[in-house]
């Protein structure tokens, strides 16, 4: 440091040359300047670890927001549909279906009924029931015609 | 040495070997009292071992150390008194007052000259500290306070006849 120091001090009061100047420091406790200096550099050292993390956690959070997003698409792409429910139930397992019905019936929606219905026509578990010859006579057949639908008048021989 | 990353531990340390205790005196003739002084020059430190590898080169590092050494004790003051006063002028006369009402135990020529420095204006009190203590050339000076040297040499002979004065007072 003494390349900076300017010696030739323009006129000072003689008590000003005179002192000591180091007498003039002040005191500071015993290994003060050592513990300083290890605080300073743990200090300057673990600044340069935040760097490190600050990769790191860039890196998280783009693979965070990624996995949002892909569950996001997922969660998406299985809407929940009446078709879809249907669907998963016909992969079921007779066991597990027994399972599903004596548990879940309760939770059943109207859509739900209705779905299964139009997979499952009526006329599949309906046995309809011929008309007699009495009946027949009785019945004015262009009348009863117009109460039936075409399909089923296709399954049945009208007596005469 | 301090841009090598395995040296550079090593560079720091005999950086603040040569320096550190002549800036823990120059700092605390600003804050005067020890804690503060210690504070101040922890938080210098760490601002120079951070910039230091970024240092343009445009001052002397000396210079340059010492800039950032001013500027953290002056700014230290001016937080530590911003509640009660409003400006860092304001705030050095209420130091000032606190040690004019200080008593001086010892007759010591060397404690009166102390006090002295320390009831100086704040301006005066860096111009002497810098100049009769660190024997700072005024070139130097004026890259650390940011004054003209014709400043600087009014500053420092105000301040000189101020501690005469007041050591005659007292003797």
């Not at chain 1, 550099?41 to 860039?58: A, D, R, Y």
């Not at chain 1, 006329?123 to 075409?150: A, C, G, K, Q, S």
């Not at chain 2, 002028?89 to 000259?113: C, P, W, Y």
Request: hydrophobic residues 35%.
């Amino acid at each position: 440091m003494d390349q900076h120091k300017d010696h030739n001090q323009e006129s000072l009061p003689n008590f000003l040359k005179d002192l000591d100047k180091k007498a003039l420091e002040y005191p500071v406790p015993e290994g003060f300047f050592d513990n300083m200096q290890k605080s300073i550099l743990s200090e300057i050292n673990e600044v340069q670890i935040p760097k490190k993390g600050k990769t790191v956690s860039f890196w998280l959070k783009a693979v965070s927001i990624a996995a949002i997003v892909v569950i996001a698409i997922m969660i998406g792409s299985q809407s929940n549909t009446s078709e879809n429910n249907t669907n998963v139930f016909v992969d079921l397992s007779d066991e597990d279906m027994q399972w599903y019905m004596d548990n879940y019936t309760a939770d059943w929606s109207s859509d739900d009924v209705l779905a299964m219905m139009e997979n499952d026509p009526i006329e599949e578990y309906t046995d309809i029931i011929p008309l007699t010859t009495i009946e027949l006579e009785e019945t004015d057949v262009t009348e009863m015609i117009e109460h039936l639908d075409d399909d089923v008048l296709i399954n049945y021989d009208i007596e005469e | 040495m301090i841009q090598n990353d395995a040296e550079r531990d090593k560079g720091f340390k005999l950086l603040m070997d040569k320096y550190q205790s002549s800036m823990y005196q120059h700092i605390r003739r600003i804050v005067v009292h020890h804690d503060e002084a210690a504070d101040v020059l922890q938080n210098v430190w760490i601002k120079i071992l951070r910039a230091i590898s970024s240092f343009k080169g445009e001052s002397s590092l000396y210079t340059w150390m010492y800039r950032i050494c001013t500027n953290e004790s002056l700014t230290h003051l001016r937080k530590q008194n911003r509640r009660r006063t409003q400006s860092i002028e304001d705030s050095d006369d209420g130091l000032r007052k606190q040690v004019a009402e200080t008593e001086i135990d010892s007759h010591l020529i060397e404690e009166k000259l102390k006090k002295a420095i320390l009831l100086l204006p704040q301006k005066q009190k860096l111009v002497f500290s810098l100049r009769y203590f660190e024997e700072m050339n005024y070139a130097d000076m004026s890259e650390v306070l940011g004054t003209s040297v014709g400043g600087l040499k009014a500053s420092y002979h105000h301040a000189v006849k101020k501690i005469e004065a007041y050591i005659k007072e007292h003797n």
